[in-house]
């Protein structure tokens, strides 16, 4: 595979593009989340996304790309704001709020699949593709739409950096200084949202939450600044989607969604390990040698 193939094949282009701007929206986002270690925010969302798919394809019978992405986004803004009100307004710690939102739509959603594929409905082939993505299947279309809707979250985060930022590393002083704390978390959570629905195509409901994890896990281990951590995000979300779409057409049956979370695995594997700040393995030889200095003198042998 070479670059040429890259710039000239119509669907690898397609996919290692649509790839691409999943993995630096989702790595962008993705950091605030890890920050307010709201890890399992993104999985909770892409299964609550799965019933709005099939409820609009049952309600106007179209699997036209824009269509169901509206109704993932409105079921995914419904999930969120659930979530939000069941941690606002109950005692239900945040861990088991998340949990309970994921089950409840993720099972509504596959009883949803099931009684559409009963229906014997030739147009409904190609749905339960959302499960684990299909990105083979992106047109020019859908990176455009993918484009803008991850330029606006970007723009978004450009806006408010300062308040997200505060709002990751001190909620309790951002609100002492008058900032709307729960409209701000409102805003972020929505904005995961729309990384959500722009890679279900790509990764589906059920791996979306690493494409949000993990780049940002991954660049956390190199730098303790913020403004840097979501340019190394975005920059391992961007070389996962590409390395992922490129190693998957190198074989005729690997589908690219799993290929692009494995590719992502590796870059975090390799930053858990060998990052100079926090690598596992620069950690263990700087607690040898920490080791090894305060270890008393041998005595001389006569």
């Keep these: 595979m070479s670059i040429l193939d890259l710039l000239t094949d119509y669907t690898l282009r397609n996919v290692a593009l649509g790839s691409a701007l999943l993995g630096i929206v989702s790595g962008v986002l993705g950091c605030f989340a890890v920050l307010r270690r709201q890890g399992l925010l993104g999985d909770a969302l892409a299964h609550a996304a799965l019933p709005g798919v099939c409820l609009a394809y049952m309600l106007t019978g179209s699997k036209a790309p824009l269509v169901l992405l ?4 409105i079921s995914g803004w419904l999930g969120a704001w659930l979530l939000l009100r069941i941690v606002r307004d109950t005692k239900i710690s945040e861990d088991t709020s998340l949990g309970i939102v994921l089950s409840v739509f993720f099972g509504f959603g596959i009883l949803l699949l099931t009684f559409i594929n009963k229906r014997n409905d030739a147009n409904q082939a190609g749905l339960d593709h959302f499960l684990f993505g299909q990105a083979a299947t992106l047109i020019t279309e859908n990176v455009v739409t993918m484009a803008v809707l991850g330029g606006v979250a970007l723009l978004a985060v450009g806006a408010l950096y ?6 990751a590393f001190d909620p309790g002083f951002a609100a002492g200084i008058g900032l709307p704390v729960h409209g701000l978390s409102i805003v972020l959570t929505g904005l995961i949202v729309v990384a959500v629905v722009i890679g279900l195509q790509t990764v589906g409901v059920v791996l979306m939450a690493a494409m949000l994890v993990g780049p940002a896990v991954a660049a956390r281990q190199w730098t303790n600044r913020l403004g840097v951590m979501i340019l190394l995000a975005a920059l391992f979300g961007a070389a996962s989607g590409v390395s992922g779409a490129l190693l998957s057409v190198t074989e005729r049956g690997i589908p690219t969604g799993p290929m692009i979370i494995l590719s992502m695995t590796a870059i975090t594997l390799i930053s858990l390990f060998l990052a ?27």
């Design 70 to 73: 509206i109704g993932a986004g």
């Design 162 to 167: 300062k308040e997200f930022k505060l709002l």
């Design 276 to 302: 100079p700040e926090r690598g596992l393995v620069w950690a263990a030889l700087r607690a040898r040698r920490h080791r090894r200095e305060l270890a008393p003198p041998q005595p001389a042998g006569r």
